[in-house]
């Protein structure tokens, strides 16, 4: 069974940085192509970025670009999100999920629809 277990959320203050992770088990012989993704208060889910099983990205948050960083060691390893300058506005829910494809064209508002299996999510809190 496909599982994803998020962690490396908590609470930080404007400006810091925390680096999410997300390990995936019972892959088996599938490289998925993986995304994160957010739930802020008041808004939809929302698409963060997407690492391809090669290493390839896609940024889709707009917001995001420049401050968080995406990145995977191996097709089958942890899926990693490092986020810099964190804003109060980064609140939220983060998940990581399985996805049909990176390249599918998608938006930040969009690509929740593509996700496949997700994890449970951690919780991030960017506060003084």
């Known amino acids: 069974q496909l599982l994803l277990v998020e962690s490396g959320g908590g609470s930080v203050q404007p400006g810091g940085s925390l680096r999410l992770s997300c390990e995936p088990s019972?892959?088996?012989?599938?490289?998925?192509?993986i995304g994160w993704f957010r739930q802020v208060p008041g808004k939809k889910r929302e698409g963060v970025s997407c690492i391809s099983a090669s290493g390839r990205i896609w940024d889709w948050l707009d917001s995001a670009k420049g401050r968080f960083h995406i990145s995977r060691a191996a097709a089958e390893g942890p899926v990693y999100l490092l986020m810099k300058r964190l804003k109060p506005d980064d609140t939220g829910d983060y998940s990581c999920?399985?996805?049909?494809?990176?390249?599918?064209?998608?938006?930040?508002?969009?690509?929740?629809?593509?996700?496949?299996?997700w994890g449970q999510g951690t919780r991030v809190v960017v506060s003084s």
């Open positions: 019972g892959l088996g012989l599938r490289h998925p192509d």
């Open positions: 999920a399985t996805v049909e494809g990176c390249d599918l064209g998608m938006t930040a508002t969009t690509a929740p629809t593509a996700a496949i299996h």
